[in-house]
């Protein structure tokens, strides 16, 4: 156990609709770093925020944003889906100093349909 | 973010020491070495990190050298179980964890 939760597991959704996958770091990390994988296919990073501020940001698609909150949970957002955001979303998670080993979530299986 | 170059695929037999070298030449100073492995549908496991010369955990080693413009993790005796796809990343401070295509590795018995 990795000690970083991600929320739901698998999600199935339509075209069109819009969902929230949730992250929650390990305790006392302060940044969190969203993935999303194809089937296979590579890590595409997405967004990383630390200590609730966005501190990069990669190939995200304008239709997706995310955020994290005060209590460093983290939430993102995909919106106007379509078949081919259907992936594994990981989220991850690495403490506040320098060089740090990232922990991995079990991801959300996302399926649109 | 320096770039680092793998190879696609490895194969190995149980019990073999397997060696996946990563080149990164334009590594910059203050860049640590990361490995990950990541198994089918999981998200990536951190194995082992590097700065300069060689480092050894309870699962692998990491040999750098003194250029720092490659690496090579070394998995003593592997098994079955460590089929997988195997990372090398690097970066420093607050970077962006950017990973790139990773190798595969197959162990057959």
């Known amino acids: 156990d990795s000690g970083v939760t991600q929320t739901p597991k698998h999600l199935i959704t339509a075209t069109g609709q819009r969902v929230t996958l949730r992250c929650s770091p390990r305790?006392?990390?302060?940044?969190v770093y969203w993935y999303q994988q194809s089937l296979d296919q590579g890590l595409q990073f997405l967004i990383q925020y630390y200590n609730g501020e966005e501190r990069a940001k990669g190939n995200i698609l304008e239709r997706f944003s995310a955020q994290q909150f005060p209590d460093l949970h983290s939430e993102l957002n995909l919106s106007s889906l379509e078949l081919g955001d259907s992936a594994l979303y990981f989220c991850a998670s690495s403490a506040a100093t320098l060089n740090t080993e990232a922990f991995f979530g079990q991801g959300t299986r996302l399926t649109v349909v | 973010l320096a770039k680092t170059t793998q190879p696609i695929s490895m194969d190995s037999y149980e019990g073999q020491e397997v060696n996946i070298t990563c080149s990164h030449n334009?590594?910059?100073?203050?860049?640590?070495i990361t490995w990950y492995q990541q198994f089918p549908s999981q998200g990536p496991r951190f194995i082992i990190q590097g700065y300069k010369t060689k480092v050894t955990n309870e699962v692998a080693s990491l040999f750098i050298p003194a250029d720092r413009k490659s690496s090579t993790l070394s998995l003593p005796r592997v098994s079955l179980s460590d089929t997988a796809v195997y990372y090398c990343l690097v970066g420093g401070g607050y970077n962006k964890l950017i990973f790139g295509a990773g190798t595969r590795l197959a162990v057959h018995p």
């Open positions: 305790s006392g990390d302060l940044s």
């Open positions: 334009n590594i910059a100073t203050n860049d640590y």
